[in-house]
């Protein structure tokens, strides 16, 4: 592991864009580097939403975007298209590159100018590297908040913050009205192995506000035609098992209902705590400030691209950011 020495390069992420900066470094000459997944492995919201056969498109919502870099992809199936980037990396001998089912907890910037990365699993210690720039490329699919409620220790197993424990056949409560529910909520009616699932969306709002236009579209269309159970415009008051050993959720309009699992994406719709963390300006909708030409954030040498910078989220965007910011780092590098 690069525990032991100063990397020049450490990308957070490895979605489209985290994985194009890996090719991007390569190509650049800048070999010694890092990439941090907490999945087990790359373009994992492509490996979990996208049913078998699935068209993977480079633009988003009509809006056409040219490769700009020296990375790209033929529009293809979900099958061919991992084939197609599992092939890029190999041809280009980054493989070894990639650590996958660790997650990112922080990112310094030491008096030294380096970069100090902490990260882990959650069977392993806290690992420590450094590097001279850092690319976030985390996408928003940030950590939740908790809601005000306890949750009882007997059906705490059953009270998740991700789609991980979810089984085919239950019934599933998703809570939140932002990017992730809605991501979380009709990605579980395409998942393909899901289709037995039931599940709810609930929001305290009656009307969802927050999600991006394509996953604004997505929740409506299967809450308009039933697949996703309608629950919006009440909050929950508290959860307790049910007679059963399952989830009874008590809302504050009275009713009561049973579910198998609830999951829960309260905030996040963008991963505010790394940013703020390592000291990132943000604005409106706590989207990063950055230098649209390269990239790089008001920290010197630390970089944010994708869906976290952007909510047109096109794969094909996200290679050219790859290659804004590997331009940048080269550039200085001379």
């Not at 190999?90 to 030294?112: Q, T």
């Not at 994406?265 to 230098?291: C, R």
């Amino acid at each position: 592991m690069a525990s032991d020495k100063i990397v020049d390069i450490a990308i957070v992420g490895a979605g489209p864009g985290g994985m194009a900066c890996a090719i991007e470094a390569k190509l650049a000459g800048i070999e010694n580097i890092i990439v941090f997944d907490k999945a087990p492995h790359h373009n994992d919201m492509i490996h979990k939403f996208y049913k078998k056969g699935k068209r993977v498109d480079r633009d988003w919502m009509g809006i056409k975007f040219e490769f700009v870099g020296n990375v790209r992809f033929e529009e293809c199936s979900k099958e061919d298209y991992i084939q197609q980037m599992d092939d890029l990396l190999a041809s280009h001998g980054v493989l070894d590159k990639f650590v996958y089912n660790h997650e990112i907890m922080r990112v310094n910037k030491g008096e030294d100018g380096l970069f100090e990365i902490v990260y882990g699993n959650e069977v392993a210690d806290e690992h420590k590297v450094k590097a001279r720039n850092v690319i976030l490329s985390v996408g928003r699919m940030g950590k939740p908040n908790k809601p005000r409620y306890k949750f009882p220790k007997e059906i705490r197993d059953r009270l998740n913050f991700n789609l991980s424990k979810v089984e085919n056949g239950e019934r599933v409560m998703v809570v939140g009205g932002g990017d992730t529910a809605g991501e979380y909520a009709y990605g579980l009616v395409e998942l393909e192995g899901m289709e037995d699932c039931v599940v709810t969306l609930n929001y305290r709002k009656a009307e969802i506000t927050r999600m991006n236009p394509i996953n604004t579209e997505m929740t409506l269309k299967y809450l308009n035609n039933g697949q996703l159970i309608n629950k919006l415009g009440v909050d929950i008051e508290s959860v307790e098992p049910s007679e059963n050993g399952k989830i009874k959720a008590n809302f504050t309009d009275g009713t009561s209902a049973e579910y198998d699992r609830a999951v829960y994406a309260l905030g996040g719709t963008t991963p505010k705590d790394i940013l703020v963390n390592s000291g990132i300006q943000t604005g409106e909708w706590d989207v990063p400030v950055f230098d649209e030409k390269t990239m790089e954030t008001n920290v010197a040498g630390l970089y944010t691209i994708g869906d976290v910078v952007t909510d047109q989220g096109s794969i094909a965007l996200a290679f050219n950011h790859a290659s804004f910011v590997l331009n940048d780092i080269a550039a200085k590098n001379k």
